[in-house]
Each structure stands twice: as C-alpha cells, then as structure tokens.
C-alpha cells in the first residue's frame, strides 16, 4: 500500500506559478511511477504529468513547456512546478503513483486525496 499526501495548492493571479508537492509512504517509492491528474468542476479528470521510476517525463498537451514535473528518491517525493497559469488550469490536482508510468488514470492504484488549485483571472 502507498499513501499519497499532496500540498502546494492555493489561489494564484493568471501568469503566476504554484509548486505542487506529493509526500509517499508505505512502499520502496523508487520503484513506482508517479504523476498528476487534476479535475475541474463539471469536466472529466485529465492527465496532467507522469515520471517513471528511472526520471522519464512525459506531459499532458496543455502543460508541455509550462509544467514540470520531478521527484526526490531521497525524500519520497514528487512535486510539480506549474507555470504561466491561466483560469483554465483551476482545477483539483491529484497525485498519483503505480509500478507503471501511464496516460490511463486506471493504471494508478493509488491516489492522493487532491489539493485545489484555483487561477484567477
């Protein structure tokens, strides 16, 4: 079992940047993939960024050249560097972790509990 605890949420102005923050515990963290999804009111949840076990990146279309991603082995940690924020990214981001990196939010087990992230405009 893996116990996901994000942070970093909170209100910022359009153009501004938010770290997002995921502690893991219960497992060997290094051997999992982790990302992030997130969750807008009244649309379906999306794929926001994955990194795998060896540090391979790989990014939802809308956050490529402004989110990134990375993790801390030493720390059981991943966090989420997100960029140029606009209204549109205002939405509960969610941290993710299974054996796999995947688009597929199916392919993850385990779940934070998500940290809400609102962009004014």
């Known amino acids: 079992q893996v116990q996901l605890v994000e942070s970093g949420g909170g209100l910022v102005q359009a153009g501004g940047s938010l770290r997002l923050s995921c502690a893991a515990s219960?497992?060997?963290?290094?051997?999992?993939?982790m990302g992030w999804f997130r969750q807008a009111p009244g649309k379906e949840r999306e794929f926001v960024a994955a990194?795998?076990?060896?540090?391979?990146?790989v990014y939802g279309d809308s956050m490529k050249g402004r989110f990134t991603i990375s993790r801390d082995n030493t720390k059981n940690a991943v966090s989420l560097e997100m960029n140029s924020l606009a209204p549109e990214d205002t939405a509960v981001y969610y941290c993710?972790?299974?054996?796999?990196?995947?688009?597929?939010?199916?392919?993850?087990?385990?779940w934070g509990q998500g940290t809400q992230v609102i962009v004014s405009s």
């Open positions: 990194i795998s076990w060896s540090g391979r990146t």
């Open positions: 993710v972790a299974d054996y796999a990196m995947s688009y597929n939010e199916n392919s993850y087990r385990y």
């Open positions: 219960g497992r060997t963290f290094s051997n999992y993939a």
